[in-house]
């Protein structure tokens, strides 16, 4: 009986002790370059066996956290390059723009289907660490029980299985909903339009996080909204402060934020202040459509709450989809627009009248026989070990003033560079290499971050990657000499 705990009991230490050096290293205790005890002084300092101690070891070393050195013991090898907070000053200044999307971004994304092309730009898992296989082998057995093998007509609100699963599911992030309360959608961003257009008119404005994701831009534009940007913290999301002040000074008709691993940032609002933000607009009756698409992604050890979770008067519109976790290009996505829901489903009867059956089926079925669960907790463990490895890279080759995000969820880092590097400057010149990576250019509607990028670890680190953001160091270096 012994033999049978052993195993199970040195996992749990080795793991443990692992994730106190990985909090000393992440923290700045253990700083780049210190090094470690050896293998034999830590089981003794530890009171662990050498085998746990040299697991603990190679735990932090296959997330890039240190290196061994032959002859010479254990190093930490990861950099820690933090942001300076913004000014999240009260005051408010910025009048709403209309909402436009720079020449720019079409010159980042018309090229990369290009072959050869490394896409640092792509805001998505890698097709390698999606469940390929499995999921076809499920799409073939969703049309299988089908009654009319998944050729008819959907019903407007969506797939029923799909949505009882969505309804089971929101009780990770603190909701209490049913199949009723959700409406699916063809990706997130439909969700989004639908939610928009629930609760604003042409002309009206409509708050948004700085910087963020430029097809909400595009989505804004085309709807003939306005745009009032709020400032973000690099770590906590939103400044509610500022949002206050400018909700007392424009007649501000919607907000639409990511609150959990915003994109391109990285960053998380804090519970308590989604919370807070929930109970400042529905003081006003300003609707909040929530964009939660990369809540699934977290690293930690639990799934953040969404500010739906907190919503009592039904103002919270939430929005999300697989297509940053399980199935880009399924287009499955979804709403759940509390006190909206009828209008949600009108607008999509008169666009779309229902969404794709065989997608939406599969999904829901995938879910269902707990295969989501299964493939999430290997991406979200390959995705922080990316991260952690795209970071150490980053710290290495690009120069020394560069800042980077520190994100506990998603797959993006937001990365700030000298001011006299101008990103897209830098954008062209890695293109003439086959890189292709996000100027913040665009990511605001007035080219603010002109002197950052965004670079996705949702592609595992190879030599050829490693090679390119050596490459990507080089040109940056080379422009801080000019």
């Given at each position: 009986?012994?033999?049978?705990?052993?195993?199970?009991?040195?996992?749990?230490?080795?793991?443990?002790?692992?994730?106190?050096?990985?909090?000393?290293?992440?923290?700045?205790?253990?700083?780049?370059?210190?090094?470690?005890?050896?293998?034999?002084?830590?089981?003794?300092?530890?009171?662990?066996?050498?085998?746990?101690?040299?697991?603990?070891?190679?735990?932090?070393?296959?997330?890039?956290?240190?290196?061994?050195?032959?002859?010479?013991?254990?190093?930490?090898?990861?950099?820690?390059?933090?942001?300076?907070?913004?000014?999240?000053?009260?005051?408010?200044?910025?009048?709403?723009?209309?909402?436009?999307?720079?020449?720019?971004?079409?010159?980042?994304?018309?090229?990369?289907?290009?072959?050869?092309?490394?896409?640092?730009?792509?805001?998505?898992?890698?097709?390698?660490?999606?469940?390929?296989?499995?999921?076809?082998?499920?799409?073939?057995?969703?049309?299988?029980?089908?009654n009319d093998s998944?050729?008819?007509?959907?019903?407007?609100?969506?797939?029923?299985?799909?949505?009882?699963?969505?309804?089971?599911?929101?009780?990770?992030?603190?909701?209490?909903?049913?199949?009723?309360?959700?409406?699916?959608?063809?990706?997130?961003?439909?969700?989004?339009?639908?939610?928009?257009?629930?609760?604003?008119?042409?002309?009206?404005?409509?708050?948004?996080?700085t910087p963020t994701?430029?097809?909400?831009?595009?989505?804004?534009?085309?709807?003939?909204?306005?745009?009032?940007?709020?400032?973000?913290?690099?770590?906590?999301?939103?400044?509610?402060?500022?949002?206050?002040?400018?909700?007392?000074?424009?007649?501000?008709?919607?907000?639409?934020?990511?609150?959990?691993?915003?994109?391109?940032?990285?960053?998380?609002?804090?519970?308590?202040?989604?919370?807070?933000?929930?109970?400042?607009?529905?003081?006003?009756?300003?609707?909040?459509?929530?964009?939660?698409?990369?809540?699934?992604?977290?690293?930690?050890?639990?799934?953040?709450?969404?500010?739906?979770?907190?919503?009592?008067?039904?103002?919270?519109?939430?929005?999300?989809?697989?297509?940053?976790?399980?199935?880009?290009?399924?287009?499955?996505?979804?709403?759940?627009?509390?006190?909206?829901?009828?209008?949600?489903?009108?607008?999509?009867?008169?666009?779309?009248?229902?969404?794709?059956?065989?997608?939406?089926?599969?999904?829901g079925l995938f879910?269902?026989?707990?295969?989501?669960?299964?493939?999430?907790?290997?991406?979200?463990?390959?995705?922080?070990?990316?991260?952690?490895?795209?970071?150490?890279?980053?710290?290495?080759?690009?120069?020394?003033?560069?800042?980077?995000?520190?994100?506990?969820?998603?797959?993006?880092?937001?990365?700030?560079?000298?001011?006299?590097?101008?990103?897209?400057?830098?954008?062209?010149?890695?293109?003439?290499?086959?890189?292709?990576?996000?100027?913040?250019?665009?990511?605001?509607?007035?080219?603010?971050?002109?002197?950052?990028?965004?670079?996705?670890?949702?592609?595992?680190?190879?030599?050829?990657?490693?090679?390119?953001?050596?490459?990507?160091?080089?040109?940056?270096?080379?422009?801080?000499?000019?």
């Amino acid at each position: 009986m012994d033999t049978a705990v052993l195993p199970l009991e040195e996992d749990f230490l080795y793991n443990q002790l692992a994730e106190k050096l990985e909090k000393n290293i992440l923290d700045g205790v253990l700083k780049t370059g210190d090094k470690l005890l050896s293998v034999r002084a830590l089981s003794k300092e530890q009171g662990v066996s050498l085998s746990t101690a040299f697991k603990a070891y190679t735990q932090l070393e296959i997330k890039g956290l240190v290196e061994a050195r032959p002859k010479s013991g254990y190093y930490v090898s990861f950099r820690k390059r933090n942001f300076q907070a913004p000014d999240n000053s009260v005051q408010f200044e910025k009048v709403p723009e209309e909402a436009s999307v720079d020449d720019i971004v079409s010159m980042v994304y018309q090229s990369l289907n290009a072959e050869g092309l490394i896409r640092l730009s792509i805001a998505v898992p890698s097709n390698e660490l999606l469940p390929v296989s499995k999921l076809s082998k499920t799409m073939a057995e969703a049309i299988r029980e089908s009654n009319d093998s998944c050729l008819s007509y959907e019903a407007t609100q969506g797939n029923l299985r799909l949505r009882k699963q969505i309804a089971r599911y929101a009780f990770n992030w603190g909701g209490n909903i049913t199949e009723k309360d959700v409406v699916t959608t063809q990706g997130c961003m439909e969700a989004l339009v639908f939610c928009l257009k629930a609760v604003t008119e042409p002309g009206d404005t409509v708050a948004i996080e700085t910087p963020t994701y430029f097809g909400i831009f595009s989505v804004l534009q085309s709807l003939g909204l306005k745009v009032l940007e709020i400032p973000t913290h690099p770590e906590t999301g939103i400044s509610i402060e500022y949002l206050a002040g400018a909700i007392n000074k424009v007649d501000v008709k919607a907000c639409l934020f990511v609150t959990n691993f915003t994109n391109p940032m990285g960053c998380i609002l804090p519970d308590d202040r989604k919370k807070q933000l929930v109970e400042l607009l529905a003081s006003k009756d300003i609707p909040l459509i929530e964009d939660d698409i990369y809540g699934e992604l977290y690293f930690g050890k639990a799934r953040p709450r969404t500010c739906k979770s907190f919503d009592k008067k039904g103002l919270v519109l939430l929005c999300s989809s697989v297509s940053k976790s399980l199935a880009p290009g399924y287009r499955v996505g979804w709403c759940i627009p509390g006190k909206f829901t009828e209008k949600v489903i009108s607008l999509k009867r008169m666009h779309t009248v229902s969404s794709a059956n065989p997608t939406q089926a599969a999904v829901g079925l995938f879910i269902e026989t707990g295969r989501f669960d299964l493939h999430m907790r290997n991406l979200r463990r390959e995705l922080y070990k990316q991260c952690l490895l795209y970071t150490r890279s980053i710290a290495e080759h690009f120069p020394e003033s560069t800042k980077i995000s520190q994100p506990k969820g998603g797959c993006v880092l937001w990365i700030e560079l000298d001011q006299k590097i101008d990103a897209f400057k830098l954008f062209q010149a890695g293109m003439k290499h086959n890189i292709s990576i996000s100027p913040g250019h665009i990511f605001s509607t007035d080219a603010r971050f002109k002197n950052c990028i965004r670079i996705s670890f949702g592609m595992p680190i190879t030599a050829e990657v490693e090679h390119a953001i050596k490459i990507l160091g080089i040109l940056a270096k080379d422009m801080l000499k000019a």
